[in-house]
């Protein structure tokens, strides 16, 4: 199957980090396997870092090692094409960053909580990528998978 590219949102790296059976570990768990790829922007990196070090600071080095054993990759950061396709989609800035992140790194995933801003955004559909929560990303990975199967069977 080819290697597919799923990048998290700062929520779901919260989720991560707060569950240890809820479907954001499960990714960061198939991207430590080499199932797929995971991939964080540089603005999700900045976020989580804050409010981790505001919040939670003990947790740093679980989410160090959490995103270390995913093999989580950091994409560049956007293009100006990237961004103003990102800002003209999406109406709160930092979720624009996000989206503009993700694409910027080929992402065919954006994993998020983010209801307001992204789930429920209609205009998203002309992206190239899908967006959903971890449990969507899972249920359309199992998808990939079978459809995967088939075709080399």
């Known amino acids: ?11 779901a790296i919260f989720a ?16 430590e396997s080499g199932a797929i790829q995971i991939w964080v922007g540089p603005t999700v990196l ?5 409010v981790f070090r505001r919040k939670a600071a003990d947790l740093l080095p679980l989410l160090a090692a959490l995103l270390h054993r995913a093999r989580a990759q950091t994409g560049s950061a956007a293009t100006a094409e990237q961004q103003a ?38 205009r998203l559909d002309v992206l190239p990528c899908r967006g959903g929560t971890p449990g969507d990303c899972l249920a359309w990975l199992r998808r990939r998978l ?3 199967k088939a075709s080399v069977q």
């Open 146 to 148: 079978t459809e995967w």
């Open 46 to 50: 900045t976020e989580a870092d804050e």
């Open 16 to 31: 991560a980090v707060f569950s240890a059976t809820g479907g954001a570990r499960g990714l960061l768990q198939l991207g």
């Open 85 to 122: 396709l990102a800002a003209a989609l999406v109406d709160h800035a930092s979720d624009a960053r996000i989206v503009a992140e993700a694409l910027a790194c080929g992402a065919e995933y954006l994993v998020t909580h983010d209801q307001e801003h992204l789930l429920r955004n209609p």
């Open 1 to 11: 199957m080819p290697e597919l590219r799923i990048f998290l949102h700062t929520g």
